[in-house]
């Protein structure tokens, strides 16, 4: 059970990662306990992004590079470079593309879940907000993976 | 501060710290104890990491890994108005069902 405690940001397991894992170590395993975590882990995201007034910029800087680094493989592309160092980077590409609908799907299902169908589908929250962001990366990787794949 | 409105796992928290100081394992093991709930890791760190940033406790300076907690000034103050307000909620539903 210990290794969900990566699953916590970073500023949280500075300040509880010890103390928590003591607890952890006298608990019994059990899907109670787990189930328990992966909340409590929503909970800690949730109050971390609260807490990050400059997350905004955090996901558009991610899309700005995520760009970039398509925008990179796409000329390499079209240039014809050689052709299973292609596949390969297709490969990986198209597993980011996949990753982040899933996170996406799963941030916004969060999302709704903690804030209600009218707020999750505002854009107010946070949760939505990343959702949106990883699925322009989502957008952006399986753009770049269908010119790679058909040059 | 706004007073928030906190959830049970946090009154919970807050009044096995008005008896003692207490590290997370021992809060869990004194409410489990108290009123039968037993409250997850997740849940008990949640409830205290908003207690905490809230004022309402703080971490005893301590050289062990398990942190005791204490309740502050302004936590006793909010749990008082809390039992205060709960003892009302109590009071009105014991009068409505004609007990008292």
Known sequence: MKWLIYLYPKRWRERYGDEFTEVLKQMKFSFKTVFDLFQGVVDAWDMELRERDIYGYRISQILVVVTIINAFIVINSILGKEGVVMEQIASIIVLIAMASLFLAICTFVVSLFKFGIKEGFSLKTKLTKVSIGLMGVYALTIGAFLIVINY | ?100
């Open chain 2, 1 to 100: 501060m706004a007073k928030n409105k906190f959830s049970e796992p946090a009154l919970f928290i807050l009044i096995s710290l008005a008896e003692q100081n207490r590290h997370g394992y021992a809060i869990m093991e004194d409410i489990e104890k108290s009123y039968d709930i037993k409250l997850g890791p997740g849940t008990l760190y949640g409830a205290i990491s908003r207690l905490e940033k809230a004022g309402y406790i703080s971490a005893v300076e301590s050289q062990d890994r398990k942190k005791p907690y204490k309740l502050t000034e302004e936590g006793q103050i909010y749990l008082a108005e809390q039992i205060k307000e709960i003892q009302k909620v109590t009071n009105m539903g014991m009068k409505r069902l004609g007990l008292v």
